[in-house]
Antibody, heavy 117, light 109 residues
Framework: QVQLVQSGAEVKKPGASVKVSCKVS????????MHWVRQAPGKGLEWMGG????????IYAQKFQGRVTMTEDTSTDTAYMELSSLRSEDTAVYYC??????????WGQGTLVTVSS | EIVLTQSPGTLSLSPGERATLSCRAS???????LAWYQQKPGQAPRLLIY???SRATGIPDRFSGSGSGTDFTLTISRLEPEDFAVYYC??????????FGGGTKVEIK
């Protein structure tokens, strides 16, 4: 059973960056395909990117290209998502999720990122 | 770019009734890569259906999925109080690699 525990809520100013962590237990990170999905207040789910085992690399949604970086520290089984040049529209709950056969089977609890001046 | 359109936006039903949720894709989607999730307020989504019609582990058999090509359906045969939530479909494909539908809220009538 995979468990994903995310870092706590963040408040950032426009233009700043945020880095959210996702600690894996029950499996090692190298066994998993980790993705990130966000959800603005009262809105739907939006895929940001993740590790694609078919390509063997991390892929990003076009909308976030150049602004998002997803990394992994296999020594601590922790995944990270960093989003830069924050704007108010980036206010959302950010989820890490592990994918198997193209579906999200485990989710973190979510991290609220608030962008406000 | 594949766009998933879910309808209706909101479904008002009573416990015990049947719920039928639609997910329409702008281009054909492989049935192997169509999934449904349930999300309750303040919680992360939960996988219900994968491969268009296979129930995930622990999902009651009142939930069923069907469809192919561009039209997919999630059916809840008899609504239980805990089923009132928002439901999302999701596809995995070539470009963009992964998208979600806009969601259908199933609310108590």
């Amino acid at each position: 059973q995979v468990q994903l525990v995310q870092s706590g809520a963040e408040v950032k100013k426009p233009g700043a960056s945020v880095k959210v962590s996702c600690k894996v237990s029950g499996y090692t990170l190298t066994e998993l395909s980790m993705h990130w999905v966000r959800q603005a207040p009262g809105k739907g789910l939006e895929w940001m990117g993740g590790f694609d085992p078919e390509d063997g690399e991390t892929i990003y949604a076009q909308k976030f290209q150049g602004r998002v970086t997803m990394t992994e520290d296999t020594s601590t089984d922790t995944a990270y998502m960093e989003l830069s040049s924050l704007r108010s529209e980036d206010t959302a709950v950010y989820y890490c999720a592990t994918f198997q056969l193209a579906v999200a089977v485990s989710w973190g609890q979510g991290t609220l990122v608030t962008v406000s001046s | 770019e594949i766009v998933l359109t879910q309808s209706p936006g909101t479904l008002s039903l009573s416990p015990g009734e049947r719920a039928t949720l639609s997910c329409r894709a702008s281009q054909s989607v492989s049935s192997s890569y169509l999934a449904w999730y349930q999300q309750k307020p303040g919680q992360a989504p939960r996988l219900l259906i994968y491969g268009a019609s296979s129930r995930a582990t622990g999902i009651p058999d009142r939930f069923s999925g069907s469809g192919s090509g561009t039209d997919f359906t999630l059916t809840i045969s008899r609504l239980e109080p805990e089923d009132f939530a928002v439901y999302y479909c999701q596809q995995y494909g070539s470009s963009p690699r992964l998208t979600f539908g806009g969601g259908t809220k199933v609310e108590i009538k």
